[in-house]
């Protein structure tokens, strides 16, 4: 039970971590609304780079979060 509450918060706070750096996101001052995409004069960016999409933050935050799973798992020998 703590090794799962431990991987959500982490998984949690990875995904957030990178939303934050390295996926863009912007206000498109036309519409008045967020935007995940550059593109326009209009959008100013408000935060992150655009490296990678929601998409791929996802999966990248997935991945991580899976991985110190499985190490955490075998260091303390969970399953065996």
């Known amino acids: 039970m ?7 918060l ?5 995904d957030s971590l990178l939303g ?13 609304l967020a935007v995940s ?3 326009g004069a209009a959008i100013r960016r408000t935060s992150g780079f655009n490296l990678l999409s929601n998409d791929n933050v996802n999966l990248c935050a997935s991945a991580i979060t899976a991985a110190a799973g499985v190490a955490l798992c075998t260091r303390f020998e ?3």
């Open 2 to 8: 703590p090794l799962g509450v431990a991987a959500g």
């Open 10 to 14: 982490g998984g949690s706070l990875i």
């Open 20 to 32: 934050a750096t390295v996926q863009f996101s912007g206000f498109d001052e036309e519409r008045k």
């Open 37 to 39: 995409q550059p593109g």
């Open 78 to 80: 969970v399953f065996g």
